[in-house]
Nanobody, 118 residues
Framework: QVQLVESGGGLVQPGGSLRLSCAAS????????MGWYRQAPGKQRELVAS???????NYAEAVKGRFTISRDNAKNTVYLQMNSLKPEDTAVYYC????????????WGQGTQVTVSS
């Protein structure tokens, strides 16, 4: 079993910054990719950013140039640095991991609230 524990959410003013962290623990084989998704009230969950084990990154158009995803393979941790935050970034942010142990499967964190408001 794998556990993904997120931290770093909170309330920030427009233009501010937050850094989210997600640490994987447990027995999970190997991590192929990790990413962040978000879900705003009344909207579908959407990909924000992802990074593969080979450090290939992918970003949603809405966050390009403002958000940076990175990972520490030794710590099985992924980070999301969010700068120049906008009210439309308000959502619950979920960590996701694509794992391999005899086959591919994914796991989700419990979510962390990010609120951008003055």
């Amino acid at each position: 079993q794998v556990q993904l524990v997120e931290s770093g959410g909170g309330l920030v003013q427009p233009g501010g910054s937050l850094r989210l962290s997600c640490a994987a623990s447990g027995s999970f084989g190997s991590i192929k990719a990790m990413g962040w998704y978000r879900q705003a009230p009344g909207k579908q969950r959407e990909l924000v950013a992802s990074v593969t084990s080979g450090d290939t990154t992918n970003y949603a158009e809405a966050v390009k140039g403002r958000f940076t995803i990175s990972r520490d393979n030794a710590k099985n941790t992924v980070y999301l640095q969010m700068n120049s935050l906008k009210p439309e970034d308000t959502a619950v942010y979920y960590c996701n991991a694509l794992l391999y142990k005899g086959g591919y499967y994914d796991s989700w964190g419990q979510g962390t609230q990010v609120t951008v408001s003055s």
